[in-house]
Nanobody
């Protein structure tokens, strides 16, 4: 079973930056799109960003547009999320996701078949 392995979470002050990384455990794992969701305590899981492997088109939620950047990593089947100008409301567990086909909406959690364990991001005010 392919696993998505996340790294890069932590504690940062408001206005600071963090970079999250995600890698598939199998280098031959082929994905159509990868992305990130997040979930804060007491809230529903929320779409953050997604990138399509072919063409590299990207999508962002309105709450992070202009502050976060998703990109493919140098290694195959890796994705990064650069988070700048972080705000306390960005505090959440961030999950890496992957989907192997083109069906489904990029911002719908049920679209994605593979999920990482999550990494905590905490932004202090």
């Amino acid at each position: 079973q392919v696993q998505l392995l996340e790294s890069g979470g932590g504690l940062v002050q408001a206005g600071g930056s963090l970079r999250l990384s995600c890698a598939a455990s199998e280098p031959t794992f082929i994905t159509y799109k990868m992305g990130w969701f997040r979930q804060a305590p007491g809230k529903e899981r929320e779409f953050v960003a997604a990138i399509r492997w072919f063409g590299s088109s990207t999508d962002y939620s309105d709450s992070v547009k202009g502050r976060f950047t998703i990109a493919r990593g140098n290694a195959k089947n890796t994705v990064r999320l650069q988070m700048n100008n972080l705000k306390p409301e960005d505090t959440a567990v961030y999950y890496c996701v992957a989907d192997r086909d083109s069906s489904g909406s990029y911002d719908n959690p049920s679209t994605y078949d593979y999920w990482g364990q999550g990494t905590q991001v905490t932004v202090s005010s």
